[in-house]
């Protein structure tokens, strides 16, 4: 395969690439849709590409997917890594003020299988979930800096379903007592992700912690619980006394719970 030609002096159609960039406001971009997105074509964009990768105005993020030498947006890069990203997970929990731990990785969902990035010294985990539970989406930033993320609710129920990816139990506690949630979106999500396990142990939590505006919803999780106990904490050790109206077996303690969520009773 011949090599491509790189030349020292940026050249007229690079100049060209570069302005069209500034006019059209993009700092990210695929290269599959660039032309469109500038509303031009070129006649050798691999090679105006390799160019102004070697030249340091771009760099090159992954086969195909580039930004300006300088941006450096997680949200937007983390989504832009997969064609469906959202963020997610203990990134959302942070990003909608809910938790004030920093994760140090950036969690995107997605339906389709991406093995884990390291892109600017930031790790991006990618998690694989059922096309159902894609729900709960809004979008934030502007122009070319849009990204999608999972809204408050969703996020809190994604944790409760994978809470391995929630930044810490405590955490999550701490983030279900502190955050105003509407009840009608918690079942909707509820039934997205289909997972009884988390639905108990989210009613419970509700109910416990005297959750203001819950009633619908713990009608709708009563209706769910099944005769099988699981543990309160899905990562601690099998004991602890048994609530018997949700199926679960405390082995975090009432008064545990209470402290975690510096409740005062």
Not at 12 to 21: A, H, M, T
Not at 22 to 30: K, L, M, P, V
């Amino acid at each position: 395969m011949a090599r491509r030609y790189l030349s020292k002096n940026i050249l007229e159609d690079q100049q060209q690439f570069i302005r069209l960039l500034d006019r059209y406001e993009i700092d990210i971009f695929c290269i599959d849709d660039i032309e469109s997105t500038l509303d031009h074509e070129f006649s050798n964009l691999n090679e105006i590409l390799e160019n102004l990768v070697e030249k340091e105005f771009l760099t090159r993020m992954e086969r195909g997917k580039y930004c300006r030498k300088n941006f450096r947006d997680e949200k937007v890069i983390g989504c832009y890594l997969v064609v469906d990203g959202i963020i997610s997970y203990w990134s959302a929990l942070n990003i909608h003020g809910l938790t004030e731990q920093f994760p140090n990785t950036v969690f995107i969902q997605t339906v389709k299988v991406k093995g884990d990035k390291n892109i600017f010294g930031v790790a991006y985990q990618f998690v694989k979930i059922n096309p159902r539970k894609r729900t709960g989406i809004q979008q934030e930033g502007f122009g070319n800096h849009r990204y999608r993320i999972t809204d408050k609710e969703k996020t809190i129920v994604d944790c409760f379903d994978l809470p391995q990816y929630s930044g810490g139990y405590p955490e999550l506690l701490r983030a279900f007592n502190d955050t105003d949630l509407g009840q009608d979106k918690l079942i909707e999500y509820c039934k997205a992700i289909n997972n009884l396990s988390a639905i108990k142990r989210m009613a419970f939590l509700a109910e416990f912690l005297g959750k203001k505006k819950m009633s619908r919803f713990l009608k709708f999780a009563a209706s769910k619980v099944n005769p099988r106990y699981i543990l309160i904490d899905p990562f601690g050790q099998e004991e602890g006394v048994f609530n018997s109206k949700w199926k679960l077996r405390l082995n975090i303690s009432e008064n545990e719970i209470r402290s975690i969520c510096n409740k005062q009773y």
